[in-house]
């Protein structure tokens, strides 16, 4: 009797249990928004049951072994230059010896305006001490840079650049630090702050040298609005491992861009494998035109929701299921606008930070900045003018006195 009682209550407690799990997984709520990394894999058309993207691929920016044409004996793809060294594996850019410095440009321009890229490399150091340098960077320039003192190109570039920089020389302290800056052709890239001074994003990279499973994946999106995302994954082979690093809306690249990937040592080393690289350009499903920002995307995501609902079974039970499946859709979107929402107040928070005012846009900044011109101009008009007069005014009364002087004499 004991016996059945206990064990009534053992059953009935697993049946609680299994209830209480039953209401808590299918009463889960979505988070309001979807995260960066989400809405990046969404332009990679890998949730396409959600939105669909149609994807190109862009041959003359890929990168895959093996890296040489056999009949030439060269990249097909990419011009390199400087301390690389070709192997069956990957194009090491820099080996792990001192003052070392390479890149790769493309033969070829980016021909997207929209475009997703996965890049693969590989950062390693035999230093027992952790200390190593200076690290690698990936570049969206106007034109293919020489060898050059910043991660292995030119400074002063006109462009996009992405650095992933392995030694501290700021104060900024924790490295390795990934730092983007947009350069214009007349601003210096300054290696004692790290670039922070001019800094377009930044984030902690802390686990890009020797990582722990062989390699790390960066995934950048831009899109022709001017939507900029980076992504890292230090766990390559798993899609759920991606990490925002940073995300902007309003990045300018030039209309006829290089992809570069660049390195360099000094005193420290480290070598630098890149071992692949994937470019895909982005269009709607249905037509050739790009995809252009969050606010294009999401229409994009509403239109397709409505195709399907226009599409669903007539019969009782399909339009029960797709209700369900609507309503769902319908969140999707919601939460779509939620993050355009947080990047675009995140974005408002970093012009404030960076201006003094939130809403010191690109246009915003040019316009203040043609206006502050002007002002200088009219200032410095006026300051000749007025100088103009001053000496008019002292000749003449210098003239006067000689007259008078000559008049006195006669």
């Known amino acids: 009797m004991v016996a059945l009682t206990f064990r009534s209550r053992l059953l009935s407690v697993l049946a609680g249990c299994v209830l209480i799990y039953l209401v808590v997984h299918f009463n889960k709520r979505l988070p309001d928004s979807y995260s960066a990394e989400e809405i990046n894999s969404m332009f990679q058309d890998k949730e396409s049951s959600t ?4 994807k190109v691929e862009l041959k ?23 301390n690389f060294l070709i192997t069956n594996d990957a194009v090491r850019l820099v080996s792990d010896k001192q003052h070392q410095a390479a890149n790769m440009f493309t033969k070829m321009p980016i021909q997207a305006q929209s475009f997703e890229m996965e890049l693969t490399f590989n950062i390693h150091s035999k230093s027992s001490r952790n200390l190593y340098a200076d690290g690698m960077a990936v570049w969206f320039i106007d034109e293919p840079s020489p060898i050059g003192d910043v991660f292995g190109a030119r400074n002063y570039f006109n462009g996009l650049g992405i650095f992933l920089d392995t030694y501290r020389n700021g104060k900024q302290s924790s490295f390795p630090h990934v730092v983007a800056m947009v350069g ?6 300054d290696k004692s702050t790290d670039g ?14 020797n990582p722990d499973f062989g390699s790390v994946r ?25 990490r925002n690093c940073f995300t902007v809306p309003e990045v300018k690249l030039p209309v006829v861009k290089y992809l570069g990937v660049s390195a360099e040592t000094g005193e420290l080393s480290h070598a630098v494998d890149v071992i692949e690289n994937k470019v ?20 994009m995501m509403q239109q397709q929701q409505d195709e ?23 969140k999707s979107v919601r939460r779509l606008k939620a993050a355009e929402k947080r990047i675009k107040e995140q974005e408002r928070a970093l012009r404030k930070e960076k201006y003094g005012d939130p809403d010191a846009t690109l246009p915003v900044r040019i316009k203040r900045g043609i206006v502050s011109f002007l002002k200088m101009l009219l200032y410095l008009l006026f300051i000749v003018l007025a100088i103009w007069v001053a000496y008019i005014v002292h000749r003449t009364r210098k003239q006067t006195r000689r007259s008078k002087a000559t008049g006195l004499l006669d």
């Open 218 to 242: 960066m995934r950048i999106i831009y899109l022709k609005g001017g939507y900029l995302s980076v992504d890292l994954n230090y766990q390559p082979e798993d899609e759920s491992r991606w």
């Open 184 to 189: 214009d052709g007349r601003t210096r890239y």
């Open 51 to 54: 939105v669909h993207v149609r």
């Open 60 to 82: 003359d920016q890929a990168l895959a072994a093996p890296y040489i044409d056999q009949s030439t004996l060269r990249s097909p793809n990419w011009n390199m230059a400087g």
């Open 280 to 299: 895909f350009a982005l269009y709607h499903p249905e037509s050739n035109e790009f995809v252009e920002s969050m606010e294009d995307f999401e229409r």
């Open 196 to 209: 922070f001074d001019t800094m377009l994003a930044s984030c902690r990279a802390t686990k890009a040298v």
């Open 308 to 330: 399907k609902e226009e599409k669903a079974d007539s019969s009782p039970q399909g339009k029960r299921r797709q209700r369900r499946k609507n309503k769902v859709e319908r």
